[in-house]
C-alpha cells in the first residue's frame, strides 16, 4: 500500500534541535528538525506516556524523556543506556515547499518494512521514501518490550 501524504507543520515552525509537538488523527508525532533533515517519532514515552515534547535533547544527540531519562536514539528510536523499553515508533517524512509530510494513514516505518518482507517484495524495489528525509538505516533488531 503506497500512503497518501499529508501536511502536518510549516518547516520554518520548527527550530534545529528542539523537539516540535504536532497532533496527527489521534497520535501525537514529535518531530525534531537537525540541519537539512527531520525526524518524526512517536510522541509519548512508552514508559509511562510522558510527553516527549517537553524533553530535550542532549550532547550526543539522544532524546532524553522529561520523567525519567529515558533516552532515544532519533536514527533508530531505541532506547539506549540503563532502560529497557521497547523502541519509539518513527514514520517516514516528505518536506516540499516548506511543509512538513507524514504518511496517511499514520504507519511507523518499522511496520511498512515488515510488510514489504512478508509480501516478498524487497525493500529497494518497493520503497516510496528514497526522497524521504528519515533516519531509517535498515531493519531492525526485534525490539524488547520489558519495561523498568
Not at 517537553?54 to 529515558?70: I, M
Not at 533516552?71 to 539506549?80: A, E, K, Q, S, Y
Request: aromatic share 4%.
Amino acid at each position: 500500500m503506497t500512503p497518501d501524504w499529508q501536511p502536518v507543520a510549516a518547516l520554518e515552525t520548527l527550530t534545529d534541535s528542539v523537539p516540535h509537538e504536532v497532533l496527527v488523527g489521534r497520535a501525537l508525532v514529535l518531530l525534531i528538525k537537525r540541519g537539512d533533515r527531520v525526524d518524526a517519532l512517536q510522541g509519548l514515552c512508552p514508559h509511562n506516556l510522558a510527553p516527549l515534547a517537553t524533553g530535550r535533547l542532549n550532547g550526543d544527540g539522544l532524546l532524553v524523556c522529561p520523567a525519567h531519562d529515558a533516552r532515544f536514539d532519533l536514527d533508530t528510536g531505541r532506547c539506549v543506556a540503563n532502560w529497557r523499553l521497547p523502541p519509539l515508533a518513527r514514520y517516514a517524512v516528505r518536506i516540499e515547499a516548506g511543509s512538513i509530510f507524514l504518511p496517511d494513514p499514520l504507519v511507523a516505518i518499522e511496520k511498512c518494512q515488515a510488510e514489504r518482507a512478508i509480501s516478498g517484495r524487497t525493500q529497494a524495489s518497493t520503497d516510496q521514501a528514497a526522497d524521504v528525509a528519515v533516519g531509517a538505516r535498515g531493519p531492525r533488531a526485534p525490539a524488547d518490550d520489558k519495561g523498568l
